[in-house]
């Protein structure tokens, strides 16, 4: 039997878990700083719990689990019939995979209320699963990284969130563009030029424009027979980035907010004190989420690649499970796009690259014991070190080091032993060494 | 609609991943220094992977995934009637759920084989699925820790695991206990006895010595028809616990080798320099589980709580799926039961308890622009800290304080602003003092 992998599915080897963690350390480093504790929710969720909440779409792509014992009890077979898989899913099934971790962590705080006081700052870093087509970078399974705060409207936490952005992108020396809006804005936008009762499918439509430029966005508002009088002001107005020059077309309440919301969330941040830049953008739009406020999106700069990071404000998180004005502000970290970008930009440090440190290789039988010494001397030094665990040729030890990609090669034979030291062959520059293992531990200690 | 969470599924709440992340933290460390780097696999694997590897019992427990789009399309409706529950299974599914570490182990050795080089060593921290009857401490879904070499039949291994063993239980302050025994005495001990043909059988009675004690193990043996006096030599050589006693006993080459294999890895291990006891005791057993070789378990002192590791050394690890002669040996860590264990003695560090570090709690309007730059400037000193999102009661800030967990409440009012400084008051001790953000560094940093 060949063993095979589902489809959508990835093994990591141990290089690219090691780059992974570098960046979710950095990520969970700054989780830390700013307060957001971790939290964790189960990978199985109700399916009551998960339908009904990311569309019909959603709910086609949500993986479900068929019921454990007899399954086939519980099913109707006129249904099976008559093909009625709806209903015949709900019988079989009572279970489904998480698909963000947005709808966990509503769920969530609503089941553990007792224990939680609002503001209540989380983060959480799990895998989710979609039942989407694979494709180049996109797969069923993958990881998410959310920052969110629940049960306070108060927009020093947009801020503050966008700080988190720039402390972590700045800690992996990946340049990003932040880009912000604020929906009430785009709302006040669209009443000005009369189509503010086509706010979601409008929304949906200035969506594409990464995708379809300024020109593909106009086109299919006018194939879809709006106005061509209220479209161009509809362009004109999300073509100015100076918050200040759209005050005078906001006509309602809603719009003039969105003014002040931004003006207060830019006085809290100090945008000069940010390493990266932070443009205001009134084209970013943020489809169709349930943001209500603030939106916000990340880029890289210099390298062709969709959003690596976006989130805002939505009002009502937890209303859907029946717990009323909790509000919540929060952001999301592409991880694997940020891998294929600092993969792409080389920004990975090298020593990841050298992905094992020393191996011991012992040339003789009696010098075994003393091989086994040495490594657990390196060890208790906290120098990480393995042992080529039998007596073999040097060739064979060397190209064994060589090949799983050891930084240095610490030999033991029987002047060595003799000695009490150890022959430390670097494997770039080829130099060798007779070291006691008090010059080891001087060389290599906190590597 | 009240919201609620599978049987056998849970929500960590902050303090809780906080304490199981002290728990990871430390095994992970110990297993870089070690050299088994980690490994990832999906959680979904093939149902053809899975199946058949965990007995009937194990194929019953594996959760499987419902197949997207139309599965009644593949659905034979006579199957559904006649109530053929393996075949509609295979009908409606091509996916389960991760069941252990080992099995998707062994398939990513075979798939990834051209990226490894023998000896292979890995580490893997992952969630795994069971549908197992829930019940205290035991869940649906838990961690498992995992610390394998694969492709060598070096007993250098098995010392360096139990050294393992005892490093991550020394750094953990949890004493314990190791054992170790290795089947091929076991094997031994049953052909001086004259049993060997019930090896299979003898071996899981035997393990269940913990549960129903020697008197219980051997009532049950007399159950199954043994002879008596076969009997009463097996339970005299098991109760031996001097290697060197059973030595006379050994008849074939294979408890030979045993006795060969146990001596030659205590020789590596220097068992003086161990932290933790290691003692060989015959009696240990592992039931059903593929150990050919040595095999261990850990056990905590001072509490009652069964195994809180175990391993051993498995022959022909990957000839499930086609590869020949790749031997194994590795150890797993319990982690949701020493998390118990832990809990139960008290070994958590108090740091962890205190849930969070510095709440900057502001008082007026005037001063909040100087402590969002106070927040800013302690995090850019890496001290974690918070701030009270709004201008509130000094008491309600105070209260939200304590009800979270913070160590200290940093209070800036006018007083503080016009000085530059704050007003850091001890949650425990209540002293408060007035502090420049240069003592607060200094006192602080890298908490």
Known sequence: MKPSLPKGTRDFLPIEIKKREFIFDKIRYYFRL???????????????????????EGDRLLFKILNNGDFLAGLDKEDVSSGNLSKV???????GLRYDLTVPFARYIVMNRQHIKFPFK????????????????????????????????????????????????????????????????????????GLAEYFQTITVVIDKLDKIGIEGVTSELKAR????????????????????ELVSYMISETGKQGIDEMNEILAY??????????????????????????????????????SIGGGGRYDNLTAIFGLKDVSGVG????????????????????????????????LDRESFSFAIEVVNKLRSLNIP?????????????????????????????????TQRKVSVKDMDSGKQELMSLEDMMQKFKCV
Do not use: H
């Open 331 to 362: 952001i999301s970290f592409g991880v694997e796009r940020i891998y294929d970008v600092m993969e792409e930009l080389k920004l990975f440090p090298d020593e990841i690259n050298k992905s094992k440190n020393i191996l011991i290789a012992c």
């Open 385 to 417: 070190c393995d042992l080529y665990p039998d007596i073999a040729k040097l060739q064979k030890q060397m190209s064994y080091a060589n090949d799983v990609g050891f930084a240095k090669v610490g030999l033991i034979g029987e002047e060595e032993r």
């Open 122 to 193: 989380r983060s959480a870093i799990q895998p989710v699963w979609r039942a989407d087509k694979p494709q180049k970078g996109r797969y069923q399974e993958f990881f998410q990284c959310d920052a969110d705060v629940a049960g306070s409207t108060s927009l020093y936490y947009e801020a503050e969130l966008i700080r988190l952005y720039d402390s972590v992108f700045d800690a992996l020396q990946l340049p990003v563009i932040i880009r912000c809006n604020n929906r009430k804005i785009l709302f006040g936008i669209m009443e000005s030029a």
């Open 34 to 56: 700013f307060g957001y504790d971790p939290i964790e929710t189960p990978a199985m969720e109700s399916l009551e719990t998960l339908m009904g909440k990311y569309g019909d």
């Open 89 to 95: 899913t709900r019988q079989l099934s009572k279970r």
């Open 269 to 306: 941040l100090g945008r000069e004190t940010l390493t990266n830049k932070l443009i205001f953008d009134p084209t970013l739009a943020r489809g169709l989420s349930y943001y209500t406020g603030c939106i916000l999106e990340v880029n890289a700069v210099g390298v062709q690649m969709g």
């Open 225 to 244: 027979g709006y106005e061509e009088e209220k479209i161009n002001i509809l362009i004109n107005l999300i073509s100015k980035n100076e918050i200040q």
